[in-house]
């Protein structure tokens, strides 16, 4: 049985609409207990990507690809601000970290 059977069902990713925080287009959601984040983007254009990252390190590097595209993209500045957001709550550890 996988270690993340639990988490899946109590898992904020399930309704990013009551649970994540909003930033333009980019909606994003954080999961404490699988330590994770989940951004889905819905824009014209793009239709609805979502988009699923397993750890800080995973985060930290799509934050610098949508944070260099930033520039010219403004999906992209969506993008990076709601990854930016999901870091700084993971490293800080707002939740309940239960073992």
């Known amino acids: 049985m996988s270690r993340y059977w639990c988490t899946a069902l109590?898992?904020?990713?399930?309704?990013?609409?009551?649970?994540?925080?909003?930033?333009?287009v980019a909606t994003v959601t954080?999961?404490?207990?699988?330590?994770?984040?989940?951004?889905?983007?819905?824009a014209d254009?793009?239709?609805?990507?979502?988009?699923?990252?397993?750890s800080i390190e995973e985060i930290q590097a799509t934050y610098q690809v949508q944070h260099g595209r930033a520039g010219f993209?403004?999906?992209?500045?969506?993008?990076?601000?709601?990854?930016?957001?999901?870091?700084?709550?993971?490293?800080e550890g707002r939740g309940a970290r239960r073992g």
Do not use: I
Not at 73 to 90: I, S, T, Y
């Open 45 to 54: 254009g793009y239709g609805v990507k979502r988009l699923r990252l397993h």
């Open 10 to 24: 109590t898992s904020p990713h399930l309704n990013p609409a009551a649970n994540g925080t909003v930033f333009g």
């Open 30 to 42: 954080v999961d404490f207990k699988a330590r994770d984040c989940c951004v889905v983007v819905s």
């Open 73 to 91: 993209d403004p999906v992209a500045a969506d993008v990076a601000n709601a990854l930016k957001f999901a870091g700084r709550q993971l490293k």
